[in-house]
């Protein structure tokens, strides 16, 4: 069982293969949080780890067994008000002003499985041991419940919480605070590990020690955003990838959001994950609900390596669109690095020729294909093709690219409108923009009011359209701004703070209309790059464009950071022209490979104008991309060696079979150095017991030998990069092969 009850003691002991959440109900009728961790043996009652003692200076009030002051309780779902001065989980308005509420325990209800959310991406489960616990709490004056639901993954020790708040009284409540989920640790002996960056340098690891008070990440931008991920880990200090104790959580969302740790007077750390209240609020009229988004919970004592991988475990069998899922992704070449917006069908089909003669597999078409669209200022929303570009339209392009034995894909930024297109002429009232003032631009164009069914019903019908016509096999979908303005003219005054959530609320019904309408489109989420690369997008779209970053050498780092909270099957990664567009950086056709490798391999560039050379290197590639795409998009990520800690000018990373026959480590060098000490790769996750060969050689190595002893990596003494005419900047790939 993943729920054990004690119906005496009122405990509940959710529990996988090797974690333990447990909860129970107080005296007072509220709940109190007892123990999350390594799995622990299921019991009545945890007498021990309840024991409460007297603090002087504190509110408090006697029961018949302890002292209760709510300010030192591990609580599970905490207000504001009452005695606890830590930040709550959640926070409610009355209409005479009041913010107190006191929720009570109601009841249970224990189920197998996982339903979905309805209006929101969420969890699934039919089986696996999964079962899902609800728990009923109720403040009986004004009417308020309040459902906790926990879902327990066992064999990815994975927990998923989500709120849901229900008025059944009879006056209007206003809903401030709505967090998906509170975690209250006993000791604040933790790194808080986040992944920061920005435009171009998304998901870098960032590690600080939390103190007393308040440490946070956040986004108020209407997305998940390039700046700050949803995604945070909390581990020991002396937790490597391979040892320690670390605790993740994320967010099944793909707006602003708060992740929290407060270190409270008694050194205890209270984990917030959900909604950010900033910007936030809910009007809850009698007889209506509200639900927050999943946050996912996780917990390993074997470092972090091993939560990545559970939690990759996790999104490929209860997250991700099942009919993609365990799919192998195409190898795709985009058409925007080598056109931009000047092309014709010719000059399009020149590069889909190229392509299936070189064994790519899908060739997308990017941005400018509709409208007036020659630059950036225009047509945004007007999803009609430009018969300038293409005078036979879609259909006669697609058709082209499929006879070619190629799939074809097309890039639409469906949220985004252009001052200069029909649909802002005929609606100027659907984009969002503050009354009366100047609105902001933001790459020259604005956002459309989503959070309005007519808007969204009327890019489905434009997108349908397009769909249909050209036969898609794939949609590159872009969100190229944040909000800025926020202001709905169809939102009454007093809901304007509901505008951001509605919003995200209208992207994801989008999507899901459109997935349901043609299930065999493959979609990849975009946002200039990683603007939201997030569990939210993931759920509808199971690949997202990692960065509009190709560098080779700053995708390690992206790429690197990124590992820690998503799977590589979820990241598009691909070869672009150099010098690179965003750095201006040379790096070897073979390095800007051996990175891309570890993704959704793609191609980000005019391969027409390769050379001879080049071609022949871009087919090695392709070929070898796909002889092992299974262990590249679907094997176990180890993370070996770090750019972020040292002296940053090594990475190294390696996947694995599931059968442990096979493996390939990656080891990347920023620069040369002269005269270097010894070098060796410690491959891990191989059979101890197995031999290996590595890249044909003549020696053969047991499994425990390449991961205690290592495999010797000889120096770069020669010079073979003609692209920069420097030995900087180099990649080498380790294949272990199991030999008989």
């Known amino acids: 069982m993943a729920v054990i009850i004690s119906q005496d003691e009122k405990v509940f002991h959710l529990q996988t293969d090797e974690v333990s959440y447990v909860f129970q109900v107080m005296e007072n009728g509220e709940l109190e949080q007892i123990y999350f961790g390594k799995r622990v043996h299921s019991k009545e009652a945890y007498r021990n780890l309840t024991t409460k003692e007297r603090r002087e200076a504190m509110v408090a009030w006697r029961t018949d067994r302890d002292y209760f002051q709510p300010d030192n309780i591990k609580q599970e779902y905490s207000s504001f008000g009452k005695g606890d001065f830590r930040e709550p989980a959640y926070q409610v308005e009355q209409e005479n002003g009041s913010r107190i509420t006191e929720l009570k325990y109601q009841s249970y209800r224990l189920a197998k499985g996982k339903k979905r959310l309805s209006e929101l991406p969420s969890a699934f489960a039919e089986n696996d041991d999964v079962e899902t616990l609800e728990i009923t709490l109720l403040d009986k004056l004004i009417g308020l419940q309040v459902v906790l639901k926990y879902s327990v993954f066992p064999h990815q020790n994975v927990i998923v919480r989500s709120t849901e708040f229900s008025n059944q009284g009879d006056e209007k409540l206003n809903i401030l605070r709505a967090l998906s989920s509170q975690i209250d640790l006993p000791d604040s002996n933790y790194d808080f590990i986040s992944f920061a960056g920005s435009w171009a340098r998304e998901r870098h690891e960032v590690i600080r020690r939390i103190k007393s008070g308040i440490q946070s990440i956040s986004s108020l931008r209407t997305a998940s955003s390039h700046q ?30 708060l992740d929290q740790v407060e270190v409270s007077q008694y050194d205890t750390s209270r984990v917030l994950v959900g909604i950010n209240p900033e910007e936030f609020s809910w009007h809850l009229d009698p007889s209506t609900s509200f639900q927050t988004p999943e946050a996912v919970l996780s917990f390993s004592d074997h470092g972090k390596n091993k939560i990545s991988q559970q939690l990759a475990d996790f999104y490929q069998n209860h997250l991700i669109n099942q009919r993609f899922a365990k799919q192998q992704r195409p190898v795709l070449v985009n058409n925007w690095e080598a056109t931009y917006f000047d092309f014709d069908e010719k000059k399009l089909l020149a590069i889909a020729e190229k392509a299936a003669e070189l064994g790519i597999e899908l060739f997308v078409l990017d941005d400018g294909w509709f409208g007036h669209r020659d630059d950036d200022t225009t047509s945004l929303g007007d999803w009609f093709v430009d018969k300038n570009k293409l005078p036979d339209g879609l259909s006669h392009l697609s058709e082209k690219v499929h006879d070619l034995g190629l799939k074809f894909g097309l890039w639409f930024e469906p949220e985004m409108v252009s001052f200069d297109s029909d649909l802002y002429r005929n609606h100027p009232d659907w984009m969002i923009s503050a009354p009366k003032r100047i609105p902001t631009p933001g790459r020259n164009q604005f956002v459309l009011d989503f959070s309005r069914d007519d808007v969204v019903e009327y890019i489905f019908a434009l997108m349908s359209d397009r769909i249909k016509e050209s036969k898609l096999d794939y949609i590159k979908w872009d969100m190229n701004r944040y909000i800025t303005d926020a202001f709905s003219n169809q939102l009454p005054d007093s809901d304007q703070k509901e505008l951001a959530h509605r919003y995200i609320l209208g992207v994801y019904k989008l999507y899901q209309r459109l997935i349901d309408a043609f299930p065999n ?73 051996d990175v891309a490798f570890f993704g959704d391999l793609g191609y980000e560039l005019d391969i027409t104008q390769l050379s001879d050379k080049e071609q022949l290197q871009m087919k090695d590639q392709i070929t070898f991309y796909k002889k092992n795409r299974e262990l590249f998009q679907f094997g176990k990520f180890y993370r070996i060696e770090s750019p972020f800690s040292g002296d940053g000018n090594v990475a190294i990373w390696e996947v694995v079979s599931k059968d442990q026959k096979q493996a390939i480590a990656a080891r990347y060098q920023i620069l040369n150095k002269p005269n270097p000490a010894y070098l060796r790769i410690y ?20 499994g425990d030998e390449l991961m205690n002893a290592g495999y010797f990596v000889h120096q770069i003494l020669n010079i073979n990069n003609p692209i920069s005419g420097s030995a900087d900047f180099s990649s080498r790939l380790f294949v272990a092969q199991a030999v008989e």
């Not at 991920?229 to 969302?253: C, H, K, M, Q, S």
């Not at 990241?571 to 056709?589: C, E, I, K, W």
């Open 521 to 593: 489109v493959l979609f990849e989420s975009c946002a200039s790059g990683g603007g939201r690369f997030d569990l939210g997008l993931m759920y509808y779209a199971p690949q997202a464009w990692t960065s509009d970053d190709t560098d080779a050498l700053e995708r390690i780092y992206i790429q690197f950071g990124t590992s820690y909270g998503y799977p590589l099957s979820t990241m598009g990664a691909h070869v672009s022209a150099v010098p690179n567009y965003q750095t201006g950086r040379l790096t070897s056709f073979k390095t800007r490979g």
């Open 228 to 257: 700050q991920n949803p995604f945070i880990l909390l581990a020991r200090p002396e937790t490597t990838e391979d040892d320690g104790d670390v605790f993740a959580f994320n967010l099944i969302y793909s707006g602003n959001f």
């Open 683 to 702: 491959f891990k996750g191989l059979n101890p017991n197995l031999k290996y060969r590595i890249n044909d050689s003549e020696e053969i190595f047991y």
